[in-house]
């Protein structure tokens, strides 16, 4: 197995080299989640292609502890992971969507706050609390499957894309949608730029990430990046200043974002694995509050859920997979958002085998902390609010769980 070597390429520049080296390795295609892209499975094993650290995991010599490491382990007391993500049960179950939900996302330092998107071409703000749990607002405005949404920092906009070709503004308090834009290919993820939500970030079908001034509905001149395949899922860093982003051939982006004028500039491509989409991507800083670790965690077509370490040259490498059942479907995952005074942290995915997976990142002989079931299809998409207080987990069918955690 090798590493396609990473490239630093500014948008709009040829990349033929590229594409010849990625399709002498093709194999029988098969159709995958992406309409009008084909599967191809790598003629080696089928595998990975970015290889784990030497050991099969990464070194932890990178990392720093604080001075005040131990105390803080003290403060936190003797529960344990497992412990800290055990559940009391079902906190409430929404069924009003009669298709696939495509993501579900608490609003950002909310905890009752929940968007819902779906196939069937609607958006969905709920409010969990005060009790009963109720839909607040129904988006309706899109004409086909709508693929991705994003909240604004303030929580008061939502951003959705979707297969009809547009991207759609809308207040989230009185579901009005403010302004709509046709980027004239299907679109299968968004993102408001965190430091700047007058941007917003656009992966298309056409193998490109588009930027849009919101204010104004125009494309941002110069703005943009390439891809070798349809952008099927994508990341900011926390700064605003990277964006990760993944294709449906199973390419991993790093694209430097500036700013002031919505400029981006690829400085590095690696193929995670050959001909398998990349579903959902997320970032993190820091793995805990002891350590500064920059890590992605990437959903792939290939029965894994992956995390890297991103060095400083914004190279990556493989320190974990976890096995989730994962072939067919945009399956989502996240990283828990509490960064624990514990030792370990956790991230958490969908399955195609219908249950929530818990894993510790720094486990390696038994690292599934908890496996939630009660779904009766796949579950697509996972979202913690931000105490972890209650977890939504959303299937294929149309139905969201949202799940008590035990205090």
Not at 69 to 84: F, V, W
Not at 314 to 327: E, G, L, N, P, Y
Not at 365 to 390: D, I, R, T
């Amino acid at each position: 197995m090798s590493v396609v070597a990473s490239d630093a390429v500014a948008y709009g520049e040829a990349d033929e080299s590229c594409r010849h080296s990625m399709d002498s390795l093709s194999g029988s295609g098969t159709h995958t989640h992406i309409k009008g892209h084909h599967r191809n499975t790598s003629s080696a094993s089928g595998g990975f292609l970015i290889p784990p650290a030497e050991g099969g995991h990464a070194s932890q010599a990178g990392l720093v502890p604080t001075a005040d490491a131990q105390a803080s382990r003290k403060m936190a007391g003797d529960t344990s992971l497992i412990q800290n993500y055990e559940f009391q049960g079902m906190y409430h179950i929404f069924d009003h969507h009669k298709d696939s939900v495509t993501a579900v996302k608490f609003a950002h330092d909310d905890r009752t706050k929940l968007a819902i998107s779906s196939t069937d071409g609607t958006l969905t703000v709920c409010i969990l609390e005060p009790l009963p749990a109720r839909v607040k607002h129904t988006l309706s405005g899109h004409t086909r499957s709508v693929t991705d949404f994003d909240w604004s920092q303030s929580n008061d906009f939502i951003i959705s894309s979707s297969v009809d070709g547009t991207v759609r503004f809308w207040n989230a308090e009185t579901g009005t949608c403010l302004r709509h834009i046709s980027l004239g290919a299907e679109v299968y993820c968004c993102r408001f730029q965190p430091s700047n939500n007058n941007m917003v970030v656009c992966g298309t079908a056409r193998c490109q990430l588009l930027v849009y001034n919101v204010s104004t509905g125009k494309a941002l001149k110069g703005g943009g990046g390439k891809t070798n395949g349809p952008v099927s899922a994508m990341t900011f860093d926390r700064n605003g200043e990277i964006i990760w982003a993944g294709d449906a051939k199973g390419f991993l982006y790093c694209f430097h974002f500036h700013i002031a004028s919505g400029r981006m500039q690829r400085t590095k491509r690696a193929l995670v694995s050959l001909g398998n989409q990349i579903t959902s991507i997320s970032s993190r800083s820091w793995m805990s509050r002891e350590a500064r670790d920059p890590s992605l965690l990437v959903n792939c077509m290939q029965n894994g859920l992956l995390l890297f370490r991103i060095n400083p040259d914004d190279s990556v490498i493989m320190k974990r997979q976890f096995s989730i059942k994962h072939a067919q479907q945009t399956i989502r995952s996240i990283f828990c958002p509490l960064m624990s005074f514990r030792q370990g942290a956790c991230v958490v995915s969908g399955s195609e085998d219908m249950c929530v997976y818990f894993y510790n990142v720094d486990e390696v002989q038994k690292p599934m902390v908890n496996k939630l079931q009660g779904h009766s299809a796949p579950v697509m998409s996972v979202s913690f609010n931000y105490n972890e207080s209650l977890l939504a987990s959303a299937d294929s069918s149309g139905t969201v769980i949202v799940w008590n955690r035990q205090e």
